[in-house]
């Protein structure tokens, strides 16, 4: 069947009264498909309902708590309409002029007097799950021209992104678990019960894990936490924070010192096993058991299992990558998908063709550029940059330590690195002292009340999707593409166009430049490079011809049109009639199944050599800090590890009522053993102290975690003073980034460690 036939054109009415809407749910990587039903008011129309979309080709009708209060977000009194200018120490609204002007009259100054590095942008998580800001963003960074740009990636996957690019030729050239397809899952740090799956992007995780273990399969999760996702495993394995790392390279040893290593179709295609025996050889199970908390022969049969798997995978997620080890452990994840022969084959590791296209399917198959680090540091502290950013525990001292070169001024879009970085105090403390912060965001939270300007972006109904980003790491092709359901309020523009109008005040074009000037730009130099391409489909042709073919699209939708027809399944200008294109996307609001997985081995690698690098050197020299680690040494009585949970989304979701409503989950999850030796029992406060600060935290004390590690989650304390958020403010809970220590990350990646935070923990009446 060809991807047009697929494309069934439905009546989207199904009632005289009501209308029937799909969209993909762009609030986490399940990228879930919804039904929503709309209804006529006297102003237009309201949303009625919201459930999962049965005919989604991709979620099948799953849906989480979360997917049905797109509603609730978009009707939240709270969530910004117009832009607010603080006048007076008093937010204001203003219209967009005025909010551009403000911007031009205040923050083009500091650029002229301190340069452009004077300002820093900080992109928050909800950036990677935003079709708009995902294309207009990097015009904003190329507006502003400024070296100091951080992001939520560290503190979070960005260890895996550089593993990934240094074995395989691109940040996200992820190889991915074939969960639908394996007999044997390894999985560390990861628990898709709360999370819905991160760098694997699949609608119902739990289903798949229930059938994977109903059809006689492995599920091992290892963790120092037994939650849901360990409460569903065929084996839970309660490591110590922060030792993944040390178990991998164990499980390496056991596997190339017995003879089981079997790198099957990928052999001829790796370079580096004989320097990974050598590296893996000191790091025997009796060697890891202190550091791991494991028993040496536990470890043995766990590598044993995983090597007789007829088909197994392994994968790491964020406990793996918020620890000192997190580059590491990411990598050494891929290297036992390598040797157990399961890299690339069904029910192993494998690799999506995204049919937007992506850096494993564009350009020459097996050519591939060095990969770029630690191209320069931070100013105070020499952090490395990775990916064009710096590390986010690298922020606070770079705006309050003086100096040449001190930031004076912030941009955020969509973050709230107060509450999801680490040392927040010393942060809030920072970007309150700055001469001037734009913000980008709906709320006014606990990062952007320090805002001289919130510009407020349409709601999540109000906005086209495409998921760019995790379509190149779900486990099945497919493509989908969202409308948006409701229209713009009177006098708000698209988001595209505040980006580009933001790009084009920084650059000095004024405020009534007109944003399409960007929106050429972009589509124009796109374009080029793809005519220039000798593997593109449009190689050698007219880029006028290419651009007015896009006609009279603009905007995302301009773009995305021209990424599928450029695709792996596009139709390519005419190349071929029944490929992908925006609008048989439209034509088919459940999406188009692409199909499974499929085996891409060599063509997928984008290595400078064409070759797995199994040994990159960066990562081999590491290995020493790895062994100095290997005694397993504490001078500290507990570790704080995080948590998620299924009704939360980082910070930014509390302000739904039926999301926060019922117990409080904002606890301090301990052993009943450690509570025990402490005084302390279920409901009491304790107080908890690290190097950099004390939060009081009411007990839950559960056998589901590993004696002498603590938990709390992250993405609470929404009771500071100007936070307009009602309903979070009512469930404010504690911030667990006060504890988290700026001092802690991986030095390979300079990702936060946010896993295994040395804490000391005691009751609240005694202290
Ligand atoms: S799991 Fe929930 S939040 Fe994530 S995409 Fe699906 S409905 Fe949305």
Redesign the pocket.
């Known amino acids: 069947m060809t991807i047009a036939e697929q494309a069934p054109i439905e009546a989207a009415s199904t009632e005289l009264d009501t209308r029937l809407a799909y969209r993909t749910?762009p609030?986490?990587?399940?990228?879930?498909g919804?039904e929503i039903t709309l209804r006529p008011t006297p102003d237009g129309e309201q949303v009625a309902r919201i459930r999962?979309d049965r005919d989604d080709v991709f979620?099948h009708g799953?849906?989480?708590?979360?997917?049905s209060t797109l509603k609730q977000l978009h009707e939240d009194p709270d969530r910004l309409r117009r832009p607010l200018v603080k006048r007076d120490g008093a937010f204001v609204e203003v219209s967009w002029d005025e909010a551009f002007a403000e911007i031009e009259r205040r923050l083009l100054p500091i650029l002229e007097r301190d340069g452009r590095n004077a300002c820093a942008v900080y992109l928050g998580n909800p950036n990677a799950h935003n079709l708009a800001s995902l294309l207009y963003n990097r015009a904003l960074l190329r507006g502003l021209g400024s070296t100091n740009v951080f992001s939520a990636s560290t503190v979070d996957q960005r260890p895996k992104e550089i593993s990934s690019a240094l074995m395989f030729g691109g940040g996200l050239n992820v190889p991915l678990p074939d969960v639908d397809r394996t007999d044997h899952l390894l999985m560390l740090g990861a628990n898709p019960f709360a999370s819905?799956g991160s760098l694997a992007t699949a609608?119902d995780w739990p289903g798949r894990l229930e059938r994977l273990v109903e059809r006689g399969g492995s599920l091992v999760v290892v963790d120092p936490r037994r939650l849901r996702t360990a409460e569903a495993a065929t084996e839970w394995v309660p490591i110590r924070p922060g030792a993944d790392a040390h178990l991998l390279m164990a499980m390496v040893q056991v596997i190339t010192s017995e003879s089981l290593a079997d790198l099957g179709a990928c052999a001829e295609l790796v370079t580096g096993v004989d320097e990974v025996v050598a590296l893996a050889a000191p790091f025997t199970p009796e060697a890891v058991a202190e550091v791991t908390g494991l028993d040496a022969a536990e470890i043995r049969r766990l590598a044993r299992e995983l090597a007789a798997a007829p088909t197994a995978c392994v994968y790491g997620r964020i406990g793996t990558t918020t620890t000192e080890f997190g580059t590491l452990a990411s990598w050494l994840v891929d290297v036992l998908n390598v040797i157990t022969g399961n890299l690339d084959r069904p029910g192993g590791a494998m690799f999506t063709t995204a049919a937007a296209g992506a850096s494993n399917t564009r350009g020459t198959p097996r050519v591939g550029r060095p990969v770029k680090l630690h191209r320069r540091s931070s100013r105070v502290s020499q952090l490395p940059e990775t990916f064009g950013e710096l590390p986010a525990v690298a922020m606070a001292e770079e705006m309050d330590t003086p100096g040449e070169g001190q930031i004076r001024a912030l941009i955020t879009v969509a973050g709230n690195p107060v509450l999801s970085t680490p040392n927040s105090a010393r942060l809030d403390a920072a970007i309150a002292g700055l001469e001037f912060v734009v913000a980008l965001d709906i709320y006014v939270n606990e990062t952007t009340r320090h805002a001289d300007v919130i510009l407020p972006p349409p709601s999540a109904l109000q906005k086209s999707h495409y998921d760019i980003v995790f379509m190149q790491l779900a486990l099945h092709d497919a493509a989908n593409y969202s409308e948006p359901v409701l229209p713009l309020d009177p006098d708000q523009p698209t988001e595209w166009e505040v980006l580009a109008r933001l790009a084009l005040v920084l650059q000095g074009a004024g405020v009534t430049a007109d944003p399409a000037i960007v929106d050429d730009l972009m589509i124009t130099s796109m374009v080029q490079g793809s005519v220039a391409d000798d593997t593109s489909p449009i190689h050698g042709r007219d880029v006028d011809e290419i651009v007015e073919a896009l006609d009279p699209r603009r905007g995302p939708e301009r773009i995305v049109d021209f990424l599928l027809r450029t695709g792996p399944y596009g139709e390519g200008f005419g190349a071929d009639p029944d490929g992908l294109t925006l609008d048989v996307l439209l034509a088919s609001p459940h999406g188009v199944d692409l199909g499974a997985l499929k085996p891409r081995l060599p063509d997928v690698l984008r290595t400078p050599d064409g070759m797995i690098a199994l040994a990159p050197d960066l990562l081999v020299a590491d290995v020493a800090r790895l062994r100095d680690a290997l005694d397993g040494r504490r001078d500290h009585p507990f570790v704080l590890v995080g948590r998620r949970d299924l009704r939360s989304?980082n910070s930014w979701m509390h302000n739904v009522e039926v999301l926060v409503k019922g117990k409080s989950r904002c606890t301090l999850q301990l052993h009943p053993d450690d509570a025990a030796s402490l005084g302390l029992a279920d409901g009491d406060d304790a107080i908890v102290r690290s190097r950099v600060g004390e939060v009081r935290v009411p007990v839950e004390v559960t056998d589901a975690i590993r004696p002498g590690v603590v938990s709390i989650p992250h993405g609470w304390g929404h009771d500071l003073d100007g936070v307009r958020l009602s309903v979070a403010r009512r469930h404010a809970g504690v911030n667990s980034n006060l504890l988290a220590d700026e001092t802690l990350f991986d030095p390979i990646s300079g990702n936060a460690v946010l896993n295994g935070i040395p804490v000391e923990v005691l009751a609240a009446s005694a202290g």
Do not use: D, F, R, W
């Not at 609030?27 to 879930?32: F, I």
């Not at 799953?62 to 997917?67: A, L, Q, S, T, V």
């Open positions: 749910c609030l986490c990587e399940a990228s879930c919804l999962g979620s799953y849906i989480c708590p979360k997917g819905n609608a989304n």
